[in-house]
């Protein structure tokens, strides 16, 4: 039989233990012990030769597997190994430059016995995060990270919860705070992100924008009605004019052209469209876009700016030229 449960207020309740759970995390930070092993961490798998080589079991190994992802997308080389498939062959993929990562809430875990061991046996170092002080995997470790004792989100206090939210929290801390010390840029993210929304948000705007042929570029001197030529014929709904060394003097938009022809409407068609020269409704410089920046930076640029197309330019030209559809189009958000 179904037990009548107000969703909204247990979840209410669940997130208040995470919150109170974090917040004791963040208080335990400033006891001299818990920071010293944080930072002797940090720096352990900053300094190694080998890879970062995390394990645990249950719950704690799903979150181990996830962290390893993290690091390993973050600069720093990682993988997940099985506790029990460690004591089954898999201890041959640890090597003595390596660092182990393990962890286990209560820190007795029988399965990790045997890659503690081995850790110590061929002077592994062993990073442990544990919810005890006094269990096994934190007398093992070199620096163990314990965290506190809060209470789990589950109603009886045993369904981990509060706890591997919490060894998910100091995980990721760590990746972040090695990301921070490798100096791991943008660049370094789409090297390891080529697929993907995220892939194509740290790609640069050179591999994607539209050059050669496909520019709407005229001469500064030009007469509107070429303006509006090709405006049609290349469709982006924005020209650029060149000064005669092919720089960018301005550029002209669709718009441009529609609130010229509305404030002249009392003109002759010759007048209007036929003798008028371009630089007469031009926008000086207009907003540009180097080849190298992101094209979430440029999307960002763009959408702030309200415009909807922009000339990519090197050394005072133009190259190339992006527009918010083909970003969004790809995915880049």
Known sequence: MKKTVDPLSSVTQALTHFQNGLGQMQE??????????VAGAADLIFNMKGRLILSGIGK????????????????TPAFFVHASEASHGDLGMIQGDDVLLLLSWSGETREMADIIAYGIRFDVPIIGITGRTGSTLASKSRFPLVLPKAAEACPHNLAPTTSTLLQLAMGDALAVTLLQMRGFTEESFRNFHPGGKLGSALMPVRDIMHKGDELPLVPLDAPVIEVISEISAKGFGIVGMQNADGSLAGVITDGDIRRYLESNASGTLQSVIGEARAGMLMTKGGITIEPDRLCARALNVMQTKRITAAFVMEADRPVGLITVHQLLQMGVA
Do not use: E, N, Q, V
Not at 61 to 71: E, N, V
């Open 28 to 37: 335990a930070l400033s006891s001299p012990d818990l920071s010293a092993a």
């Open 60 to 75: 704690s190994g799903h979150i181990a597997r996830k962290l390893a992802a993290t690091f390993a997308s973050t600069g």
